[in-house]
């Protein structure tokens, strides 16, 4: 492919070699460092003038140290000349910060959204925003792709009774996300529903819908402390499940969320490699990753030969 570069920050550089690999390209030269009172260098090691870019970094580990990275090598490959620069980013992080919750309160991602813009990238690739209308943020154009075709080919791959599965949303957050996965199969859904009956009372949980002496199959966007996944797997259980599988996209896995699974009902936790997983797989037999680097490497293969994106929306890349 010409005119094309690949670099990657240090949030997650397993992920932009498997999508070099998949393009048949060399990752981009770069080096980052820290001074020692702890400022962000970053260096491009080789020539971009002309050149398409991309840089990989994901919303994970030392998030403001990974996101002052990539604005950094952003900004270093504008000012170098770099025809187009696209910032690749599989986890948009601060995107629970979308809007005002209470009086005083930011709203990080649109602010986010204005330094990404501001440090010169004409274009964002990432995958399942946990608002869509943060794209609505941003001055240039974003390509938020959907873990859809993956979580539906995972499941037909994965689970031989799928047919007869239901697909659950946790909360009702999600389940616009969980409708669109369960229409793609054709198979029955159900919700569980959080409900606070006085000031200061525990919520309790209502599932609406059936599951009883079949699998049930979460889906959500991220998983953070994992409460929410593992309180609703309790929930099925007692509803009658004969089993409980929950698919995710983003795996923050904060806390003692791997103990939380371990000790869960559930059958498997599967989740994307939008943020390195190696350390929490060894720890937790129940977690399983979907790799999505093939979706990615298509994108930037389609936004750099202008073809459509909107294939991906609906298929999973071979």
Not at 20 to 42: I, P, Y
Not at 92 to 118: G, H, M, T, W
Not at 250 to 273: D, M, P, Q, R, Y
Request: charged content about 25%; some cysteine; overall charge neutral.
């Amino acid at each position: 492919m010409p005119n094309i570069k690949v670099f990657t920050g240090s949030s997650h550089p397993e992920l932009a070699k498997k999508i070099v690999a998949r393009l048949g390209l060399d990752l981009g030269r770069a080096t980052t460092k820290k001074f020692s009172n702890k400022e962000t260098n970053v260096e491009i090691g080789e020539s971009v003038r002309g050149e398409d870019v991309y840089i990989v970094q994901s919303g994970c580990g030392e998030i403001n140290d990974n996101l002052m990275e990539l604005l950094i090598m952003i900004n270093a490959c504008k000012i170098a000349s770099a025809s187009r620069v696209t910032a690749v980013i599989p986890c948009f992080p601060y995107s629970r910060q979308d809007k005002k919750e209470k009086s005083r309160a930011p709203i990080a991602a649109k602010l986010l959204a204005n330094l990404i813009s501001v440090a010169g990238a004409d274009h964002v690739i990432t995958i399942d925003l946990h608002a869509s209308q943060i794209q609505g943020f941003f001055n240039i154009p974003v390509d938020n792709l959907y873990a859809e075709p993956a979580i539906t080919k995972w499941i037909k791959d994965n689970i031989p009774e799928w047919k007869t599965s239901v697909m659950v949303s946790p909360d009702a957050g999600g389940v616009k996300r969980m409708t669109a996965i369960a229409d793609r199969l054709d198979i029955d859904f159900a919700i569980i529903h959080k409900e606070r009956q006085r000031a200061n009372d525990e919520d309790s949980t209502v599932l609406v819908g059936d599951v009883r002496n079949r699998t049930a199959i979460m889906v959500d966007d991220l998983a953070d402390t994992c409460d929410t996944i593992v309180k609703g797997a309790q929930k099925l259980q007692e509803a009658g499940a004969n089993k409980v599988y929950a698919i995710l996209t983003h795996g923050v896995l904060a806390g003692n969320a791997i103990e939380k699974i371990n000790n869960s009902c559930l059958e498997a936790f599967v989740i994307t490699n939008t943020i390195p997983q190696d350390k929490n797989m060894k720890l937790c037999p129940k977690l399983q990753t979907m790799d999505i680097s093939v979706m990615l490497a298509e994108a930037i293969r389609r936004t750099h030969y202008a073809e459509s994106v909107s294939y991906l929306y609906t298929n999973v890349p071979y």
